[in-house]
């Protein structure tokens, strides 16, 4: 039978595609849950918000960090004062 599909087809075709939106709706969920806006406060007072927990301290005495503007910012690790999550 080409071209002709039964009830039973059109059902299963149906319960999959109603899977398919919660699916993408907890996919997207949970990897916004992964990042952790962090707020890193320099001994200076300047503050930058970051999109995640900054890397720490690098080898070579530096914080690695892109800033909420997509900007990538290193700063020597005895200019911070604060590095904390976001209120």
């Known amino acids: 039978m080409l071209g002709i599909t039964s009830n039973e087809d059109l059902e299963?075709?149906?319960?999959i595609k109603s899977l398919g939106i919660?699916?993408?709706?907890?996919?997207?969920?949970?990897l916004?849950?992964?990042?952790?806006?962090?707020?890193v406060t320099?001994?200076?007072?300047?503050?930058?918000?970051?999109?995640?927990m900054p890397k720490?301290?690098?080898k070579d005495g530096f914080y690695e960090f892109e800033?909420?503007?997509g900007a990538k910012v290193k700063v020597?690790?005895?200019e911070v004062?604060?590095?904390?999550?976001e209120d």
């Open 12 to 15: 299963v075709g149906m319960k």
């Open 22 to 30: 919660p699916f993408a709706v907890v996919a997207a969920l949970a």
């Open 32 to 39: 916004a849950g992964c990042s952790t806006p962090t707020v």
């Open 42 to 52: 320099l001994q200076n007072g300047t503050q930058y918000l970051t999109k995640d």
């Open 56 to 58: 720490t301290k690098t």
């Open 67 to 69: 800033d909420i503007s």
């Open 76 to 78: 020597r690790a005895d």
């Open 81 to 85: 004062a604060t590095v904390r999550e």
